[in-house]
């Protein structure tokens, strides 16, 4: 008989190094690579970008969004089911990028970071994916303060996790760490 540990299980079986409980209390060897508050505010602007140039386009198309020329100013106006349209493509989109095997939208994928479940590491799925998004965007969309705050509390949070990430039970962390 040898005394030598078995190989560990493949990542999608439950990888050790993902597995950690409270903050602090890390197993020797774990990943706990939490992705920077900078690399998910860039990647936050370029899902922006990757979102709002194809919903301006509908919007357009739908005729929710109007170009209005008063005295040579150009000024737009927007009817409200922009904001459903805009709010319903968000959730889709994390449902679907966030969700994935992968965890990272379009955005997160250009800045190396992905989105994981907090206690074994592997994907959330579409729903809390989706759940995870509509707490980011409702925050903003009813209160600005608090919405701020949660965009900005990985900064001072020890697993660098907003309230939103704590509410699904996730982590951003960099991609192949």
Known sequence: MSDAMPPPPPAEEGDERWRYGPPGDTPPGAVESHA???RRAVAVILDGLVLGAPI???GFQLGLIRIIET???V???TEPELLILQFLAAMAYAALMDGSARGATVGKMAMK???RDAQVGGPIGPARAAIRRLIYLGLFSLY???GAI???SPLWDKRSQA???KAVRSVVLNAGA
Do not use: K, M, S, T
């Open 150 to 152: 949660n965009a900005l």
């Open 144 to 146: 600005v303060l608090p």
């Open 163 to 165: 309230w939103h990430d």
């Open 56 to 58: 301006a386009l509908i």
């Open 36 to 38: 920077a508050w900078w």
């Open 71 to 73: 005295d040579n100013i």
């Open 75 to 77: 000024n737009y106006e």
């Open 113 to 115: 970071i992905q989105v």
